[in-house]
């Protein structure tokens, strides 16, 4: 029973965050935070896998424990329900999803009611996958291995190496992954790949645990998505920069910054790095990472809003900029179980009969947040454009979709403000010039009608990577110059 109860109050954090909109981050890192939170027993990979699933089909199980009337049923002791319809939630998903269709419970009163219903609950079930025509209801949840990274990027982080000279701990790796394969789609266990596009990056098996080797534990191994590496890369800070994070946490553009910038100006300087954070939970998460990467001392974090702080008077010697603001994550791994139950939501909902209607009101929720998002992550740019001495922004997302990325860019490029500003985007020879998937000519073509050139050469200096397809999570990156 400890273990559902422990789950309970997990599925409920997770709920709590849904309907404040605030799901972000994969399931595993929800899960191992409310762990900590709530100080939980249980096993933390258990309750992952077992939530990961409940909440996958939790659309689909609500939709059939309702038509079952199991809730209507549900005894009361002095006016409140005696069982919580989480909890019955998850022995609900065990009964009818679980691989051993069992509730993992000795004898208790709360099984043997779930028990009573146990023939309605299944013909409900029956009635639901003719209803969506589905032999079985895994066919509309996204399976789990389709949402993990084919490769864990790593990064080698300069700060933690004496004179910054990364060469020792490349040792260190080649002991570790002696097989130094040429293409990441040969990665084995044992195995790693040298990245071409990125310097001190390297791809190795995700099975291959890299979270345990020392490298890691003393901050000189860094795991980041090898597309994350691209703003900091691109921005290239030298010497005579300064920098702003615009949306830092958890922090690594912010410490890869840091890797670009702190060899070249030295460590015995005042703070040429500001990373903003408007959540203070986040923030210090943000400084925790700082910390570890070995530059918490040469970064200014600025807790709250970037457009409201960030105003120009203070920030007048500011160079460059990253901005990687909040976006609907749909490149990330791990998110999907957290994107598709809400499509599953719609789905399973029994008030939706006609399946056209149906589409079109999830295609509707989803154009919204997107419309929502892209305003939001325009303002942010927008801002950053405004700082008088800047002279190169690098805005990122993490989606793959137009609304946040090239339309973003075009409605900047459209501005009034950031034409006088004098922002244009930076050409493809600026922008790493090698990585072959560039931004869609299709959605500069819809504006920019008459000029195929200038269309062209727009997407070109847009950077796109492809969820899985280019070895990690979908990304999207631009640079804007003056
Ligand atoms: C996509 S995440 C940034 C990831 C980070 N750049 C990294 O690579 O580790 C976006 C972050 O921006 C923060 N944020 C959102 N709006 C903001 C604003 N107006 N000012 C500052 N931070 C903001 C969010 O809280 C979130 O932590």
Known sequence: MNFYRDASWVLEYVEQEDKKERLSGSMQSLVLKSCQKFKLKSDPKHLYAVLDSCWRYKPYLETIMRKSRIYDDIPKKKGKLLYSKVTLLLLCHDLLISKQKRIQMGKLPIKEFVLKHRTRLNGELVKLKLKLGVKDLCELVDREEDDVTPVRWIRINPLRCNDYDTSNVLEELKKKFPNRVEHWTEIQPGSIYYDEFIPNVFGVHPRDKITSHELYRQGKVIIQDRASCFPAHILNPGKDDVVIDACAAPGNKTTHIAAHLLPSVGRDQSPRIYAFEKEPARSKVLKKMINVAGCGNFIEINVGDFTKLAVPEKFQDVTG????????????????????HNIAKKKADEEVQVPDEEEKMVEDDVRNRLNKLASFQFQVVKHAMSLPKARKIVYSTCSVHAEENERVVIDLLLDKKVQQWGWRVAPKDKVIPTWPRRGIVEEFAQVFRDDDEKCQRLAEGCIRALPREDGGIGFFAVCFER
Do not use: E
């Not at 990687?324 to 994107?339: A, E, L, T």
């Open 321 to 340: 900029l990253v901005v990687d603001p909040s976006c609907s994550g749909s490149g990330i791994f791990g998110r999907k179980s957290v994107d598709s």
